[in-house]
C-alpha cells in the first residue's frame, strides 16, 4: 500500500509499504480524508515541537471500518464510517493515573511521537474508534481538531455572556470560536492577516482584531472592552507574540488558555499575571467526551464545521498540497487529503 512520509523540512514523499496486520482487539480502517493541521504544516516547515524526521503524519481523519472482532462491546462493525482518538496514553503515569489522559507524561500523538493516519489502511484499537453516526466522511475528517479547539474552551471554563478574545484565525482558531460561540459567548479573532479575519467574519464571530502592530493591537482591545480586557483570550497560534497578546488583552481575574504549540521562548513581566490574578491554563489534546459530545453536536447541524474546509487534494498531491499550505496560510484553512485517488 502508500504511505506518505516527511522525510526532513519541505521533503515530503510517498512510498510503497506493507499492509498493517490487525490483531484482536483492534479494528483493520481503510481511510477516506485526512486533514493537514496546523502541527502537520509546522512539521513540514521545521517548527513543530513534537515531531520526528521521517514520520507518516496525519492524526485528524475519516475511515471505513474494514475488519473487526465480532460481537465487541463498542458495537463498531465493518462498514462504519468513524473517526478516531489519536493521541496514545502510556495508562501508568502519574497523569494517566489522576485522569488526565490527554496530557499523559508519555504522550504519542498520532503523526507526532508515532507515525500516522497518512496511509491508506492501518489498524487502531477498538475502544480509540468512533461512528461517526451518518456524518459526511469529509467533515468527519475535521472532528478532532474541532475537539482541540473545544477542549480548550472547555478548560477555560467559557460562559454565556463572557467576551472571548481568539488570537489566531486558523483553524484551531477559527474552531475555538464557533465552540465558544456555541457556549453563548461573545467571540472576536485576532490575526495579522486581514484575509483569514475575512474569512472568520462567515463563521459568525461578533467581531476581528487586526494585529498588525502592538499600539493597534492594544487599541481595538480597549474600545472592544471599554478598557477593561477580555474574560478570556485563548492563543491558537503557538507564537511568544501571541502569547503576550493574550495576556496583555485578559481582563483583571480573566482566564487565558493556551491551545497553540511552539519551540520559542518569551521573556515578559511575569508579575502580570499576579497583578491581574490571572488563571493560566495550558490545553493539551482532547478527550473521548469531546470527541463524543462534537460528534453529536456537528450531526445536529449546531456548528457549521463543513465551511471550515477549503481545499481538497487528491493523495497523489499530498507533497503539492503540503507545499501550497506552507506557503499560502492566509488563503487556506483546512486542507483535506483524498485517499480515494492513489495510483497503484
Known amino acids: 500500500m502508500k504511505a506518505m512520509y516527511i522525510n526532513a523540512p519541505g521533503e515530503v514523499e510517498i512510498r510503497d509499504v506493507e499492509m498493517p496486520v490487525r490483531k484482536k482487539g483492534e479494528v483493520l480502517l481503510k481511510i477516506l480524508y485526512g486533514g493537514i493541521c496546523g502541527s502537520d504544516n509546522g512539521s513540514y516547515r521545521g517548527t513543530f515541537a513534537y515531531f520526528d524526521y ?3 503524519p496525519g492524526h485528524e481523519f475519516s475511515a471505513e471500518v474494514m475488519e473487526a472482532d465480532e460481537d465487541n462491546e463498542y458495537g463498531i462493525r465493518p462498514g462504519m464510517i ?16 489522576h485522569g488526565f489522559v490527554n496530557a499523559c507524561m508519555d504522550n504519542q500523538t498520532m503523526g507526532c511521537q508515532r507515525d500516522g493516519a497518512f496511509q491508506e489502511y492501518i489498524t487502531m484499537p477498538i475502544e480509540r474508534v468512533y461512528d461517526g453516526k451518518g456524518m459526511d466522511p469529509k467533515v468527519l475528517a475535521a472532528i478532532e481538531p474541532f475537539c482541540i479547539s473545544y477542549h480548550g474552551v472547555s478548560h477555560a471554563n467559557v460562559q454565556k ?20 460561540k456555541e457556549k453563548g459567548a461573545v467571540v472576536y479573532i485576532s490575526d495579522v492577516s486581514a484575509g483569514k479575519l475575512e474569512m472568520a467574519m462567515d463563521f459568525g464571530v461578533d467581531g476581528t482584531v487586526l494585529n498588525d502592530s502592538a499600539e493597534h493591537f492594544e487599541k481595538q482591545v480597549n474600545e472592544l472592552t471599554d478598557g477593561n480586557g477580555f474574560d478570556v483570550t485563548i492563543e491558537a497560534v503557538g507564537l511568544p507574540s501571541t502569547f503576550q497578546n493574550c495576556i496583555d488583552a485578559c481582563c483583571f481575574g480573566g482566564r487565558m488558555v493556551l491551545i497553540g504549540v511552539g519551540k520559542k521562548n518569551l521573556d515578559f513581566n511575569f508579575t502580570l499575571i499576579q497583578k491581574k490574578e490571572l488563571n493560566v491554563y495550558g490545553s493539551r489534546n482532547a478527550l473521548k467526551k469531546d470527541f463524543l459530545e462534537l460528534i453529536d453536536l456537528v450531526n445536529a447541524k449546531k456548528a457549521p464545521l463543513e465551511k471550515i474546509i477549503t481545499n481538497i487534494y487528491p493523495f497523489d498531491e499530498g507533497p503539492k498540497a503540503f507545499d501550497d499550505f506552507a506557503h499560502n496560510p492566509g488563503d487556506m484553512l483546512k486542507v483535506l487529503l483524498d485517499f480515494s485517488h492513489i495510483s497503484k
Not at 82 to 97: D, M, Q
Request: proline letters at 5%.
Open 161 to 180: 455572556g463572557d467576551k472571548v478574545l481568539v488570537v489566531g484565525a486558523g483553524t484551531i482558531g477559527v474552531l475555538a470560536a464557533i465552540a465558544a
Open 82 to 97: 468513524v473517526t478516531c482518538n489519536p493521541y496514545f496514553n502510556c495508562g501508568h503515569c502519574y497523569s494517566c493515573l
Open 54 to 56: 521521517p514520520r507518516i
